[in-house]
């Protein structure tokens, strides 16, 4: 059974920073594309970044624009583990973050990922 374990979320000041963790229990890890969504209260869940796998040991980082800039995006293949730096949070960044994996053709829709954590909160106060 697959397991992605989400780690890192809590309380933070505007402007702060916070890192997310993901570690994922998947065979050939380094082939799948690793993707970050966030959910606030009351709104559709929507993506944040993506680690796309391109070929061989070939990565491409994937923004939404309402982060780029702010949040970094990493992986550890080794380790089984995607990484979200999140940097100059806004109060507008509070919601519950998950992790998500899928292999195959990329995307940025989330019910075309296979694959989810249970989700972590991430709470910006102003």
């Known amino acids: 059974q697959v397991q992605l374990v989400e780690s890192g979320g809590g309380l933070v000041q505007a402007g702060g920073s916070l890192r997310l963790s993901c570690t994922a229990s998947l065979r050939a890890f380094s082939n799948y594309h690793m993707a970050w969504f966030r959910q606030a209260p009351g709104k559709e869940r929507e993506f944040v970044t993506a680690h796309k796998w391109s070929g061989g040991s070939t990565y491409y980082a994937d923004y939404a624009d309402s982060v780029k800039g702010r949040f970094t995006i990493s992986r550890d293949n080794a380790k089984n583990t995607v990484y979200l730096q999140m940097n100059s949070l806004k109060p507008e960044d509070t919601a519950v973050y998950y992790c998500?994996?899928?292999?195959?053709?990329?995307?940025?829709?989330?019910?075309?990922?296979?694959?989810w954590g249970q989700g972590t909160q991430v709470t910006v106060s102003s």
């Open positions: 998500a994996a899928k292999f195959g053709i990329y995307s940025t829709s989330y019910y075309s990922y296979s694959y």
